[in-house]
C-alpha cells in the first residue's frame, strides 16, 4: 500500500491508494510473519490524519482607506478533515475437519495408492476461501507422529498430509484446541504444529512452548487481530504434568485474560474459536449460553466462532457480539445411519468482514453463511451447495441431495445464507 503526502499553501493532505487482494490459493510459505504477523500484505500503515492550517491574520492597527482598498475576499474557514475508518478485512470460517479412516483411504485412491492426496476433497470450496484476506479453519484431530501409522476414533491420528491439503485450499490458520487434541500425546501435538510450519500457515490451539500458547498478533489487509482458540475438554485426558501450556481449556477468566493481553500486543480485533456444546445437537447449550455472554460482555472480543456439535447451530449477537455458535462439519464421515444424523454431512463456511472506525473500534457485518455438504458417495468432497444447485453441470439426482441440505440448513440459519 502506497501513502503519498502532498503539502501545498499550508494544507497538508494524506492520500492513500492501493488494494491488497488475495491472489494466490497456494499460499504456502507466504511470507508467514508471526509476532507476530503472519501476513503483511500492505507495506505501509495509511496515513490517516489530516491538517489544514488557518490563514494568516490582518496587522493589528493597521489603516486602510475605505475608498480605495478593494473588499477584502471573506475568510474561509479551517478544514479539518476526519479520520477514515478502516477498509477492513474480510475473513472467512469453517467446521470440524476430521480424518475418519473412510478420508484417508479415499486419499490413498486419490494418490494412486501411494501416500495421501486431500486435495480433491477441499476443490469446490477454493473460490470461496480466496475471496477473502484471511481463511481459518478447525482441524479437529492432531496428525500421527513420525513413524505411527493413522488412526481413528476413539484416539485419532491423521495423515501429516492433511495440513498441506488444508494449506493448498486457501486457509491462511486454523484452530487446533478440541476434545482429541491429547489423542496422540504431547508427540502428536508437536508433529501437528511442525507440520503447520512446514506448510507456511499458522494455528492458535496447541504449542510446542509455552510461548507458543499465548495470544500472537496476525496481520491481513492492514489490520493486526488475535485468533484464540479453546476447547471444553480433552475427552477424559489431562494435559500432562507440568506442561498445562500444551493446550487451553474453555475458563472466561483465562479468555478475557488472554483477549486483554492481545490488545496490549496490539491487537485491534480479538477473534475466538471455542470448541464446546452437544454433539448432534443444534441448540445451544448452557455452557454456551453463559460462556458466550460472560466473555461478550467485556468488550475485549469482537467475534466468536464454535463448533464441535457436528451440526450446525444458530448465529446471534450476544451483548452486540457476532457469535457463530456451530459451523457443523466440513470434512467427516460420521456414520449417519447409527449415532449420528443426516445433518452431520451438513457445514458452512461463514464469511465477515471486520473494520475499524474512525475511533479504533471495531465494527464487525453480519455474517454471511455458504452452505456446505460432505457427498460421500462421490470421492468424498465437500459440495459448495448454493453453487452446485446452480451448475447445470450437476445432475438432478445431486441437486435434489443438496436441495435436502441446503433446506435443513436454512431452517437453522435461513436469515443468513448467501444471496
Given at each position: ?32 510473519d ?123 491420528g ?11 485450499a ?33 494455528e ?8 507458543e ?16 482458540s ?17 493446550s ?29 456444546g ?5 441448540a ?104 452446485d ?7 438432478a ?5 443438496l ?17
Amino acid at each position: 500500500m502506497k501513502r503519498i503526502l502532498i503539502v501545498a499553501l499550508g494544507i497538508a493532505i494524506a492520500t492513500v491508494g492501493g488494494a491488497a487482494v488475495k491472489t494466490n490459493s497456494n499460499k504456502i510459505g507466504a511470507g508467514a510473519d508471526v509476532t507476530g504477523v503472519a501476513e503483511t500484505i500492505s507495506d505501509a500503515e495509511p496515513t490517516q490524519t489530516t491538517l489544514a492550517l488557518a490563514p494568516a491574520q490582518s496587522t493589528p492597527g493597521a489603516v486602510t482607506d475605505p475608498a480605495t482598498t478593494v473588499p477584502a475576499t471573506p475568510a474561509t474557514a479551517p478544514t479539518i478533515t476526519a479520520i477514515p475508518a478502516h477498509s477492513g478485512v474480510t475473513m472467512a470460517f469453517s467446521g470440524d475437519i476430521l480424518i475418519h479412516s473412510q478420508l484417508w483411504q479415499r486419499a490413498t485412491v486419490n494418490n494412486g495408492g501411494n501416500g495421501y492426496d486431500f486435495d480433491p476433497m477441499f476443490a469446490a470450496v477454493k473460490p470461496i476461501l480466496n475471496s477473502v484476506d484471511f481463511a481459518i479453519c478447525h482441524l479437529e484431530v492432531p496428525v500421527a507422529p513420525p513413524g505411527k501409522q493413522p488412526s481413528t476414533f476413539p484416539l485419532y491420528g491423521a495423515p501429516v498430509e492433511i495440513v498441506a491439503s488444508v494449506a493448498k485450499a486457501g486457509y491462511d490458520h486454523c484452530s487446533t484446541a478440541s476434545n482429541h487434541t491429547l489423542d496422540q500425546g504431547t508427540a502428536g501435538i508437536d508433529a501437528t504444529v511442525n507440520a503447520f510450519d512446514a506448510n507456511g500457515i499458522t494455528e492458535s490451539g496447541m504449542a510446542r512452548t509455552p510461548e507458543e500458547i499465548e495470544p500472537q498478533v496476525l496481520k491481513a489487509n492492514g489490520i493486526k487481530f488475535t485468533h484464540l482458540s479453546y476447547t471444553f475438554g480433552f475427552n477424559g485426558l489431562s494435559l500432562p504434568a507440568g506442561q498445562p501450556w500444551r493446550s487451553a481449556e474453555i475458563n472466561p477468566t483465562r479468555i478475557i485474560a488472554d483477549a486483554k493481553k492481545a490488545r496490549a500486543l496490539g491487537a485491534q480485533l480479538v477473534i475466538v474459536s471455542m470448541h464446546w456444546g452437544t454433539e448432534t445437537v443444534a441448540a445451544v447449550n448452557s455452557q454456551q449460553s453463559k460462556a458466550a455472554d460472560t466473555i461478550t460482555a467485556s468488550g475485549l472480543v469482537d467475534l466468536i466462532v464454535g463448533h464441535h456439535a457436528h451440526v450446525l447451530q444458530k448465529i446471534e449477537k450476544v451483548n452486540g457480539v457476532w457469535t457463530v455458535f456451530g459451523l457443523g462439519n466440513l470434512l467427516s464421515y460420521h456414520p449417519t445411519r447409527a449415532a449420528f444424523p443426516p445433518s452431520s454431512q451438513d457445514g458452512m463456511i461463514v464469511t465477515v468482514k471486520l473494520a475499524l472506525d474512525a475511533s479504533g473500534k471495531a465494527v464487525v457485518d453480519q455474517p454471511v453463511v455458504y452452505p456446505t455438504w460432505v457427498d460421500k458417495s462421490n470421492g468424498i468432497v465437500i459440495r459448495p451447495v448454493l453453487a452446485d444447485l446452480a451448475d447445470p453441470n450437476v445432475s438432478a439426482a445431486k441437486k435434489a441431495q443438496l436441495q435436502v441440505s441446503l433446506d435443513r440448513t436454512a431452517s437453522v440459519l435461513g436469515d443468513f445464507i448467501a444471496k
